[in-house]
């Protein structure tokens, strides 16, 4: 049964929603739409002076079915928060002027997205650029006459020219399109040939340049590549972009590398890190100029490899690592002025804040808890974003040797006190082989000990992913802990933050650590916590998490009042032919279903269907080319043949996730139906 859908409508205003009411009354049990109420902040950046911060401040309109972004100031000690912009439209990417008297930013006030400048002190926006297409990714050069930007051109085409034959090609009434190559499709996109280029336009007015001109590539990299991907040299003459330029081998190669070339586009773009075949990417000059760093993998075809803090002087050339002997896979680069690196890394549960010695690299942790994203330097202090369990993310400092933390912003701080939260606890387990493994529980809200409480087992994607202390926007434990539910989630073998081996321990082993560890780890809350119901346990899992729940149903197929797999393969070897970076198959599973077909039929879900019995739900987007949607009706098919009771939840126009806000609600709420149907009774 699924439950009724309340509508809640978030409103632009800053500290208020529809049912502001509410925030004052009793606290409430915590639910999909207390989740969607919460503002959302990202992309913050700290002022030239170090004295106050931009950021992004996203709210959720049910009636527009999306959400609105909007620029917002506040102090670096908190005080003076502040709305910058306020169009009905989406205002995004703030990027300081090095004088800190103005913001860039991307809008699509005029139609389309468009760079934009305000004054910090308010006042109309000004429009400096006119493209013809979309732009993207927005960067600001050192000296501030220079702004970098992306945009999806044809390689051999200017914009005015790529918008003249994508007007053609609407008004055609041929629709086929061929095809020489892969990527076909990409994520969730079909190519159509355009390719992102980063163009740099002069703000004196004069035309932007391609300095991809000609290239079939992609800068930043598709699909999540961002403006860490893009950096000026210190002298804004040239600028440094990443890009994968793997010809036909694109759709199996990770090997992005670093260019460098001059902003007018002449000469030829110079290659920095070609000598490595894996991953290279976020450039990020030292603030005198004379060390490029960034992040670098080692193994080719491995996207969850260990990310290395490389070192490179400039404009020389020579290059060593500086974070090879440390554990952990750094995640962005800061510099300060004293020596030191800030970044993140997964750690035990946490994205916690680190200082690198950046002579010796030696790393220390300088905030430990939560999930922590964005450091930035403001005079002595680290502003950074912070998210956990217990809350989304708000705006933080910290002085260098971590002491003294200090919020910046609360901007839900009401919405929190309105919502009855579960608390969370990390425990740990002996798991496969021997090895120590770790899990989080969220328990039941008002939770009362001499109760049995059913158990939503949540299994995280990747599989290199990891269910740790933070506020997920889709699969957020808190949600299933207001509606009763004690929440497990256990860091198989192949989770990240606890070392790249430990890490590295999935491969060619889909179905056999992970699912130990499941087992054991579940036993493990089982017994820790006596009021979790041990006959009454819903499994669930998205991606690798679908396929694990796929895996499951024929494999530990007793112990389960219910099932839930989204977007999850039943057939590995199929799936190969399927999907779009060819990359992760051959890696995960030891090559292609050619060369090795064992490595394919070891652990896959369709050999054992014959096993099945639990109860499922089965969800999936149209939209998904990771996972295609035959995967998920294969399930559906499969379950529906053997006699077993399912459903089929589809998602037309959503991909690999579930974004939309009205569809996130009939998400939840059939997920929690789903659940409440068998482990409720």
Known sequence: MIRSVVCVVVTLSMGTWAASSAVAAEPHPFSIHDMLAMERISDHHVSPDGKRIVFVLRTTDLEANKGRTDLWLVDADGSNLRRLTTHPDADNNPRWSPDGQSILFLSTRSGSSQVWRIAVEGGEAQRLTTEPLDVSNLVVSPDGKQIAYSMDVFPDASPAETKERLDKIEKSKETGRVYDKLFIRHWDTWKDGRRSHVFVRSLDGKESVDVLKGQDTDSPSKPFGGPEEIAFTPDSKSIVYVTRDGGREEAWSTDLNLYVIAIDGSGKARCLTCANDALDTSPVFSPDGKTLAYLAMSRAGYEADKQTIMLMSWPEGTTKPLTDKWDRSADGITWSSNGTIFTTAQNVGQKSLFAIDAKGGDAKSTVWEGSIGGPEIAGDRIVYAMNSLRGPAELYSVKFDGSDIQPITKINAERLAAAKMGAPEQFSFTGWNGEKVYGYVVMPIDLDVTKKYPVAFLIHGGPQGSFGNDFHYRWNPQAYAGAGY???????????????????????????????????????ALQKYPWMDRDRIGALGASYGGYMINWIAGNWPDRFRCLVSHDG??????????????????????????????????????????NWKTPMLIIHGGLDFRVVETQGMSVFAAAQRRGIPSKFLYFPDENHWVLKPANSILWHETVLGWLDQWTKK
């Open 486 to 524: 004690a929440a497990v989630m256990i860091d198989f073998h192949g989770s990240t933050g606890y070392g790249q081996a430990f890490c590295d321990a999935i491969r060619g082993d889909w179905g056999g650590k992970p699912l130990e560890d499941l087992q054991k780890g579940l036993d493990a």
């Open 569 to 610: 393969n039943l057939c590995e070897r199929l799936a190969y032919f399927d999907t779009e970076e060819l990359w992760f198959p051959e890696w995960e599973h030891g090559g292609t279903p050619w060369e090795n077909p064992e490595g394919y039929e070891k652990h896959n879900p369709l050999n054992h269907v014959k």
